[in-house]
């Protein structure tokens, strides 16, 4: 099982629709989570974070945790064709070593339909 | 500004051809960390350093070296490159991974072609 999964997509949706991206972890202990947002041949920005469970809201963006499922989820509202792009969830957790790292998936193509 | 520079942006280089990509960040973070990104494969960890002369292997080590003598630069060295090493490379920077709110601020990334 990998550490943090996500579905390649791509997921195509229609200008104005809501997005909704999914990720699931494998270590319960994971404490943080994390949203980036990478547009071809550019390197991650971080849109969304979250560390506990419930939702948290950042303008269109909606980032989910539920960590007794050990998944977390981005909604877009809204969508707009600015946000095709790949989404990458990363995890923070304990390493073998003791210390804390941060895991990315492999991300999820968005493909905005105008 | 506040920013991770790399250097240089693209390089095509030849099999053992000794080659180092420098990064540096002007954020006076602690942890430091390389990534490739190959596709499907997503992001990996090749190396990180937690502080100046603190660095561990990360999940795909193997034909990379770094350093860390100055806070702010963390340069990506091979030694003897060989075309699996072919790929997009990305130098990060956070506050200490301890920390709650450990943003990390990527460089524009450096594409590697070995022939």
């Known amino acids: 099982q990998k550490e943090v999964e996500q579905n390649s997509g791509p997921l195509s949706v229609p200008e104005g629709a809501i997005a909704s991206l999914n990720c699931t972890y494998s270590?319960?202990?994971?404490?943080?989570f994390f949203w980036y947002r990478q547009y071809s041949g550019k390197s991650p920005e971080l849109i969304m974070s979250?560390?506990?469970?419930g939702d948290k809201e950042d303008g269109r963006f909606t980032a989910q945790l539920n960590k007794a499922s050990q998944y977390v989820s981005l909604l877009i509202r809204d969508s707009q064709p600015s946000d095709s792009a790949t989404y990458l969830c990363?995890?923070?957790?304990?390493?073998?070593?003791?210390?804390?790292?941060?895991?990315f998936g492999t991300g999820t193509k968005l493909q905005v339909i105008p | 500004e506040a920013q991770v520079t790399q250097n240089p942006r693209y390089l095509i280089t030849v099999t053992g051809k000794k080659l180092t990509v420098t990064c540096s960040q002007n954020?006076?973070?602690?942890?430091m960390s390389w990534y490739r990104q190959d596709p499907g494969l997503g992001l990996r960890q090749i190396y990180y350093s937690m502080n100046v002369e603190v660095t561990d292997k990360g999940d795909v080590p193997e034909g990379y070296k770094v350093s860390r003598k100055e806070k702010r630069n963390f340069p990506l060295i091979l030694e003897s490159p060989s075309p699996n090493q072919t790929s997009l490379y990305f130098c990060?920077?956070?506050?200490?991974?301890?920390?709650?709110?450990?943003?990390?601020?990527f460089g524009p990334g450096t594409r590697l072609t070995v022939l």
């Open positions: 270590d319960r202990v994971s404490q943080s």
């Open positions: 979250i560390y506990s469970n």
């Open positions: 954020m006076n973070h602690e942890y």
């Open positions: 990363a995890v923070k957790r304990l390493n073998s070593g003791g210390y804390q790292k941060v895991t």
């Open positions: 990060a920077s956070s506050l200490p991974m301890g920390t709650s709110y450990n943003e990390q601020f």
